[in-house]
């Protein structure tokens, strides 16, 4: 069973920045795609970001456009979440998801067909002043 764990969150003012991790017990990043997702409380689980088994491919989602990037380092399994210029509304639980897709050069941060068989327990990311 494929181990996921994000790090990183906390409490942060409007405006601020954050840098969420996520690693995995896995042999290689190029054998996954991963993705961040996030849900608020009462809210429906939201797509943020997404990178590429290849890494060549990377999307946002359009409320996180400019403000948010997705990274990844191979030598250690981990992805990162730069998060800058945060909102109060970016307030939510952030959750870390692999798919396995070996060497894909496309991902999507859409949980849906069976994708992201893997995911972290989440980590709360709240922004208030």
């Known amino acids: 069973q494929l181990q996921v764990m994000e790090s990183g969150g906390g409490l942060v003012q409007p405006g601020g920045s954050l840098s969420l991790s996520c690693a995995a017990s896995i042999s290689t990043l190029e054998h996954y795609t991963v993705a961040w997702f996030r849900q608020a409380p009462g809210q429906e689980r939201e797509g943020v970001s997404c990178i590429s088994a290849s890494g060549l491919d990377r999307k946002y989602a359009d409320s996180v456009k400019g403000r948010f990037t997705i990274s990844r380092d191979t030598a250690k399994n981990t992805v990162y979440l730069q998060m800058n210029s945060l909102k109060p509304e970016d307030t939510a639980v952030y959750f870390c998801?692999?798919?396995?897709?070996?060497?894909?050069?496309?991902?999507?941060?859409?949980?849906?067909?069976?994708?992201?068989?893997?995911w972290g327990q989440g980590i709360q990311v709240t922004v208030s002043s």
């Open positions: 998801a692999f798919d396995d897709s070996p060497y894909s050069t496309y991902c999507t941060p859409v949980a849906a067909n069976g994708r992201y068989k893997h």
